[in-house]
């Protein structure tokens, strides 16, 4: 082989995998883009309940970025709370899309602190960089916590849904002091779990995406892309619930999930409830009432086949029969016109039935939580 094809050879092999590190790199900054929850939905925000509860807000470091959160405080205050959960919301979302739950908890005595990831909802920063991230940014909300005053003398117990799910178990490779920790739907491996998405999204090919995904995460995070669930649920005491359904198709009952490692964990106060109800068993379709879940499903349906309607064409026809010139349809009209119809859309339904909390399963949670009050444990060993 002459100098020449060797120097072809290994040209073509830079270049691809050059390729394959920018393809994986703008795959991972789209994912982790800054993320606005819609204001307009049929799950409640807090502007529907702040005459009923009492909500501080907050603002602490994580990193560079400075990250805005919320305490809320039970009846009584902070003083009589029995406990502070902090909660860590999932991957496109915020935590005022589980005060369902949230003021569930508000509601048996405990007070909530939660916050928005990295570029998240009014957070800073530019994009939330990855996975790795969620732990960081909940260590950073317990060492806030730890320095104020009336918030660090509260028992803590952490609870996470998917992304948060991972993060209030891996976070548990820092050593906080905790009472106890639930996860719902988390994984138990960042890259393992970036992987699963990748088959979905390129099929067999998806292999090559491995080491540039390895390489990126390691020089983002350094040495944080060694952080696992297993290993930061087997480095505490603490009581650790992991709830998990079988019909998850994000987060694999049986791959990427943590219950599926649950014989790698050492911890002896492991818990764990395995949701196997056919159609209320997915990701996240288990936090409302069975009711609220069908109700939500239908009109959530019907507004995407609505919304699908709303198009240049369908805008140009609705001016001609008013009697109105359309002028010049611009796809910002588009986009505006469709936040016009979510807006009425969602101002029509009936909201209470669409937030009603899956009661079954938080009255199991509570009681986790109560047993966790009344449990002496070591936070951490070596």
Known sequence: MTGLAIT???LTILAFLAITFIIAMAVQRQT???????????????????DRYARRTVRFPSGKNQLTG????????????RGLIVFAHGIWSGPEEYLMLIL?????????FTYNATSYNGSEGSWARGLYQSPLDLNAALTFISKERKLSKLSRYLIGHSWGGFAVTAVLNFCPEVRGVISLSGF?????????????????????FHLPLVIINRCIFGKNVKLSAVSGINRTQAPVLLVHGKE????????????????????PNLKTITLDEPGYCGHNSYFLSKES????EEINNKFEEEEKKITKKSLKEAARASGMKSGRITKKKVQEAKQAFRKSYYQSIDREKTNLPNDE????????????????????QE
């Open 70 to 81: 919320a305490v809320y405080t039970p009846k009584g205050g902070l003083d009589r709370a």
């Open 293 to 296: 879940e069908a109700y939500a």
């Open 104 to 112: 569930w908890l508000v509601d048996r005595g405990y007070a909530v």
């Open 188 to 208: 138990d491996q960042p890259i393992k779990m970036t992987m699963a998405v990748a088959h979905k999204m390129f099929g067999g090919i998806a292999g090559i």
């Open 32 to 50: 982790f883009r800054t993320i606005q929850i819609e204001k307009y939905s049929s799950l409640k925000h807090y502007s529907d309940y702040k």
């Open 8 to 10: 072809i050879i290994l």
């Open 248 to 267: 998850d198709d994000f987060i694999g009952f049986d791959t990427t999930s943590i219950i599926s490692q649950k014989d790698r964990i050492s911890n």
């Open 361 to 380: 399963l938080y009255e199991k949670l509570y009681d986790f939580l109560k047993n966790c009050e009344n449990k002496e444990t070591e936070s951490c």
